[in-house]
Nanobody, 121 residues
Framework: QVQLVESGGGLVQAGGSLRLSCTTSGRTSSSYAMGWFRQAPGKERQFVASMGWNAAITRYADTVKGRFTISRDNAKNTVYLQMNSLKPEDTAVYYC??????????????WGQGTQVTVSS
């Protein structure tokens, strides 16, 4: 019932910015905890950021804190990940995730297909 579609990935130089979007179909995004994970080649999936049902509750991985910002536009059923000061180590496939829970769990029920982010040196 719930489908997540990511967009906004691409190739940027170190220090650049990208904004990822995750559009939710089937239900309004305000009814779900939303978040982002990423996975680089040869590495395990890594938590990036999340937002609870209540947008006031946000979490960030230490590696992105201060550089990335998660936000949502309920009218558009869209969650965003603004990524600034990108580093080569941010290169990964970024996945949008959602849960029917107040806070995003470590094993989200719903996943998008992913969008590639590549940061060149």
């Amino acid at each position: 019932q719930v489908q997540l579609v990511e967009s906004g990935g691409g190739l940027v130089q170190a220090g650049g910015s990208l904004r990822l979007s995750c559009t939710t179909s089937g239900r309004t995004s305000s009814s779900y905890a939303m978040g982002w994970f990423r996975q680089a080649p040869g590495k395990e999936r890594q938590f990036v950021a999340s937002m609870g049902w209540n947008a006031a509750i946000t979490r960030y991985a230490d590696t992105v804190k201060g550089r990335f910002t998660i936000s949502r536009d309920n009218a558009k059923n869209t969650v965003y990940l603004q990524m600034n000061s990108l580093k080569p180590e941010d290169t990964a496939v970024y996945y949008c995730a959602a849960d029917r829970t107040p806070l995003l769990t470590t094993t989200p029920a719903y996943w998008g297909q992913g969008t590639q982010v590549t940061v060149s040196s």
